[in-house]
């Protein structure tokens, strides 16, 4: 579904493309300004338990995932191999960051339960962007799997705006399927390599 809702978002992010354009702002620095404000967004926000607000900033920073790419795209310049690297290097850190806040927000009221699985959310995760790297190190396929990394973000931002808002039960509901997508798509990228690799 969040691939599908990609040309839309593009479409909509265009005139703003262009505008960094024309001030001459590239790719890598509209990757590097949306880490940085992801990073401080939630390790400042969360913690401190404005879980709403946090996550509508995130929010905002992250369609800066979408925007490097249409900024490279419109300046003529298309994708490079650094620009890519810095990109998926820079989305461990974003993700790391938001994981990190959540469990500091639950360690700050005493939920060690929920810490750990938020703790799992993050280490899953990894493995899950690590698995498909390492798998297309080696010349692999590995676009399989519940949780991919839009999705992750979508349960986490989701749970946390509407816990913030007074929802009751969402954020922990939602950590602890994440957690489980999470620790189901390892498996399922784990199965898709194996499955490439045997012999005939």
Known sequence: ????????????LTPLGRALVRRGI???????????????SALVFFPLGQLAAGALVITVFVLFDLLD???ARL??????????????????????AIFSGLILYFIS???????AVTLGCLVAGALVS?????????????DVGLAERPERLVVALVAACFSGLGVP????????????????????RVVHVHRQTREP
């Open 169 to 188: 039960y969402i954020l922990p509901a939602g950590m602890w399927l994440l957690a489980l997508a999470s620790a189901v798509t390892v498996v399922q």
């Open 69 to 71: 790419g249409l900024v």
């Open 130 to 142: 690590y698995a498909k790297a390492r798998a297309e190190g080696l010349g692999l396929t590995c």
């Open 26 to 40: 590239g790719p890598n620095a509209v990757t590097a300004i949306g880490t940085i404000g992801t990073v401080v």
């Open 75 to 96: 300046g003529g310049k298309g994708g490079s191999t650094w620009g890519a690297f810095l990109d998926s290097t820079l989305d461990r850190v974003a993700d790391a």
């Open 1 to 12: 579904m969040l691939k599908l809702l990609r040309p839309a978002m593009t479409r909509i």
């Open 109 to 115: 009221r005493d939920d060690t339960v929920m810490a």
